[in-house]
């Protein structure tokens, strides 16, 4: 079946360690997302890239870093720098050539630090 | 930037019953899109419906239907006949180039 993978599915992490988020699709589409949702807001979007080696920072991108080397993968980093990491990660991907495409999404890595 | 604001943080709708979820957007495009997304517990974002900005005609579902104004910037929801299976975070979302996403309304299906 098509569709989009996260791993691992609750991921904790210590003061101060990177951590790095896995995802991965095979629904051929050139454009993946990283979102990050907390109680009472909505996703706000974290990176995003278009194609491959190619990628766009977000609204809230500090402390983050991404890398796209293929087109079926997208995984997210979150470094130290991230002053408060424990959220939700949600990661989406859509068909860039249409803009009324639906993003897809998978679901999701709940990350908590300790 | 657009911004997307959904007024009512919970909503209840007894079984069977019908509930709508107000969502406003802020947009000085005319074309655009429009969509609504659930988040049952499992926290899987799935899509709803979506509306073209350019259309007229209110996108409907199933049981699901909007009420697109586009001079107001209003995008509401209706859900007809609730079951049991609704109950979930619904995410009003714009999109232009990105996709912008209010806060989310929490609804409640009472049996």
């Known amino acids: 079946d098509g569709g989009i993978t996260q791993s691992p599915k609750y991921l904790f992490r210590k003061e101060g360690q990177n951590v790095t988020l896995s995802c991965e699709q095979n629904?051929?589409?050139?454009?993946m997302y990283w979102y990050r949702q907390d109680p009472g807001q909505g996703l706000r979007l974290i990176y995003y890239?278009?194609?491959?080696?190619?990628?766009q920072k977000g609204d809230i991108a500090e402390g983050y870093s991404v890398s796209r080397e293929k087109k079926e993968s997208f995984p997210l980093t979150v470094t130290s720098a991230q002053k408060n990491p424990t959220a939700f990660y949600l990661c989406?991907?859509?068909?860039?050539?249409?803009?009324?495409?639906?993003?897809?999404f998978g679901p999701g890595t709940r990350l908590t630090v300790l | 930037a657009q911004t997307v604001t959904q007024s009512q943080p919970e909503m209840s709708v007894q079984e069977a019953e019908t509930v709508t979820l107000s969502c406003t957007y802020d947009t000085s495009e005319s074309d655009y899109y429009l969509f609504w997304y659930k988040q049952p517990p499992s926290r899987q974002m799935i899509l709803v419906i979506r509306?073209?900005?350019?259309?007229?005609q209110n996108a409907t579902e199933n049981r699901f239907s909007v009420n697109f104004q586009k001079a107001a910037k209003s995008f509401s929801l209706k859900i007809s006949d609730s079951q049991l299976g609704d109950a979930a975070m619904y995410f009003c979302a714009y999109r232009r180039s990105d996709m912008r996403f209010g806060a989310g309304t929490r609804l409640t299906v009472k049996p």
């Open positions: 989406a991907s859509s068909d860039r050539g249409r803009r009324n495409n639906e993003q897809f």
């Open positions: 509306q073209e900005a350019y259309k007229q």
């Open positions: 890239s278009q194609i491959v080696n190619d990628f």
């Open positions: 629904l051929n589409h050139d454009a």
